[in-house]
């Protein structure tokens, strides 16, 4: 079992910046990917950014703007955006895959003046 809580989310401007926190406990070894999706309202989750040991991969509105890093000391990955748009406004989930998908309950950012 893996355990997985976001932090970071909150209320930010437009071109404004966040940083969102995933940390990961229970059966860490086992993960093998980790990676953040968001859903708006009326929306279906998508992929936002994804990392693996070896490489990352970014959906075509993160890219430029966000970037997935994993502290492995510490359990948890981080996505820093930047340049926030108002279309950027979403649950952000945290993902991991061992190879069972497991989810956080999500964190909440709102882009607007």
């Known amino acids: 079992q893996v355990q997985l809580v976001e932090s970071g989310g909150g209320l930010v401007q437009p071109g404004g910046s966040l940083r969102l926190s995933c940390a990961a406990s229970?059966?860490?070894?086992?993960?093998?990917?980790m990676g953040w999706y968001r859903q708006a309202p009326g929306k279906q989750r998508e992929l936002v950014a994804h990392?693996?040991?070896?490489?990352?991969n970014y959906a075509d509105s993160a890219k430029g703007r966000f970037t997935i890093t994993r502290d492995n000391d510490k359990n948890t990955v981080y996505l820093q955006m930047n340049s926030l748009k108002p279309g950027d406004a979403a649950v952000y989930y945290c993902?991991?895959?061992?190879?069972?998908?497991?989810w956080g309950k999500g964190t909440l950012v709102t882009v607007s003046s």
């Open positions: 229970g059966i860490i070894v086992s993960i093998n990917a």
């Open positions: 990392i693996t040991s070896g490489s990352t």
């Open positions: 993902n991991a895959v061992s190879p069972l998908h497991y």
